[in-house]
């Protein structure tokens, strides 16, 4: 294979990686939305830093001022977690099989729960 050819081949690699990015991060900003706006927030403050992760400790009922201990090395991912559990708490779904689930096929969990007909916001 000559030089060319690989260029070829890599730049090819990165324009698929590229568009599948491109697709997966609308996926989960479009269910975000769809969730925020199920609990009665604005859509529009998932995309805005740091207001997402306000709103998110709001609708699961945890203090705001827990984003500022995300900031924190190791605490953050503990944090993050219970975070999450609230939020999915919040859509009648807090064990740990969804936290699970959430965290490690965030693609496949969030859609499903912005969309499902079966997941209302209980708050």
């Not at 690699?13 to 990015?21: A, C, D, P, T």
């Not at 977690?81 to 965030?106: E, H, T, W």
Request: hydrophobic fraction near 60%; include cysteine; charge should be neutral.
């Amino acid at each position: 294979m000559n030089n060319e050819a690989a260029m070829a081949a890599a730049a090819g690699s990165m324009l698929l990686f590229s568009v599948i990015g491109l697709i997966v991060g609308i996926l989960v900003i479009v269910s975000e939305w769809r969730l925020f706006e199920k609990a009665g927030e604005p859509g529009w403050a998932c995309i805005v830093p740091i207001y997402n992760a306000i709103v998110m400790l709001k609708i699961g009922g945890n203090p705001w001022y827990w984003v500022l201990l995300m900031f924190i090395p190791v605490i953050n991912i503990i944090i993050g977690i219970m975070a999450l559990q609230g939020f999915l708490k919040a859509y009648g779904r807090g064990d740990i099989g969804s936290v699970l689930l959430a965290l490690f096929f965030p693609v496949i969990y969030f859609p499903y729960l912005a969309f499902s007909k079966n997941v209302q916001y209980v708050g």
